[in-house]
């Protein structure tokens, strides 16, 4: 019995080890940020935050700050984002 618990409990260790197995393809968090909180979200490839600058732009430093935080688990499409600079 406790022999499958362990055996689960090294697989578990193994795979923390090994973060690249991990892609994101879904989350939502909520981020304190210096002028408030913002509702930050990752649907698929697409990115999406609450914030002024991200409107306007479709980029910010909540979004940057999750790229770089989980770099190792997300796919390319969405680990680097342009802004969008209005004309």
């Given amino acids: 019995m406790y022999s499958s618990l362990i055996s689960?409990?090294?697989k578990a260790k193994r795979y923390a080890e090994e973060p690249q197995r991990i892609t994101f393809?879904?989350?939502e968090i909520r981020f304190r940020g210096d002028n408030g909180s913002h509702s930050?979200?990752?649907h698929g490839d697409e990115w999406s935050c609450e914030c002024e600058h991200f409107r306007t732009s479709g980029l910010c430093?909540?979004?940057m700050t999750l790229q770089?935080?989980?770099a190792t688990h997300l796919t390319?499409?969405?680990k680097y984002t342009t802004e969008h600079v209005p004309a």
Wanted: proline content about 0%.
């Fill in 61 to 63: 430093a909540h979004v």
């Fill in 8 to 10: 689960k409990i090294e």
């Fill in 25 to 27: 393809q879904e989350f």
């Fill in 76 to 78: 390319d499409a969405v």
């Fill in 68 to 70: 770089r935080l989980f």
């Fill in 40 to 42: 930050v979200s990752l």
